[in-house]
């Protein structure tokens, strides 16, 4: 079965930081673009972050860069979101997800289910 | 940055009714990175429709997209108890995304 298991959340003062890390198992994860997505309480879903295959390519939200940092270590199947210098805003559940491509389209088609950050004193 | 619009915000229709969901686009986008999805309450989101009109694995028939360009439909012919979540429409360009700002299905 594929899978994603998310950890590190947790409660954080403004301007701390927390690495997030995703688990993945039953498919081949070195083969997959990854992403993290971010849902406020009450709110909608908000992509965050995208990494290539291989880590070369990454790309974020205008609202998390130079604050957020994403990685992959594909020998151990795993993404990490790196988050400093955090705000109230930031406050929210983080999903990894895989990113899927294929003739027909380009989804986040397997997620996790979640890892709560708060950011508060 | 393309700006995804959902409407209505709030569809309140009876089991067995028909639902029809719309995401506008603040320019043109690629059949192939718009999709759909489906969050319940206290659980991540499910992916439904992919490339506008194709079905995810395990998604019922009762469950279609279409459209082209800036409009874009989910149509759920007949609603069942559990189709009663909010629904979310995607779009992938330029190694980025966005979401709509969703649409709740709720129980008349």
């Known amino acids: 079965e594929e899978q994603l298991v998310e950890s590190g959340g947790g409660l954080v003062q403004p301007g701390g930081s927390l690495r997030l890390s995703c688990a993945a198992s039953?498919?081949?994860?070195?083969?997959?673009?990854m992403s993290w997505v971010r849902q406020a309480p009450g709110k909608g879903l908000e992509w965050v972050a995208n990494i290539k295959q291989d880590g070369t390519e990454k790309y974020y939200v205008d609202s998390v860069k130079g604050r957020f940092t994403i990685s992959r270590e594909n020998a151990k199947n795993s993404l990490d979101l790196q988050m400093n210098s955090l705000r109230a805003e930031d406050t929210a559940v983080y999903y990894c997800a895989r990113i899927y491509s294929s003739s027909s389209g380009t989804t986040l088609d397997v997620w996790g289910q979640g890892t709560t950050v708060t950011v508060s004193s | 940055e393309i700006v995804l619009t959902q409407s209505p915000g709030t569809l309140s229709l009876s089991p067995g009714e028909r639902a029809t969901l719309s995401c506008r686009a603040s320019q043109s986008v690629s059949s192939s990175y718009l999709a759909w999805y489906q969050q319940k309450p206290g659980q991540a989101p499910r992916l439904l429709i992919y490339?506008?009109?194709s079905r995810a694995t395990g998604i019922p028939d009762r469950f279609s997209g279409s459209g082209s360009g800036t409009d874009f439909t989910l149509t759920i012919s007949r609603l069942e108890p559990e189709d009663f979540a909010v629904y979310y429409c995607q779009q992938y360009g330029n190694s980025r995304l966005t979401f709509g700002g969703g649409t709740k299905v709720e129980i008349k």
């Open positions: 490339g506008a009109s």
């Open positions: 039953g498919f081949t994860f070195s083969t997959y673009w």
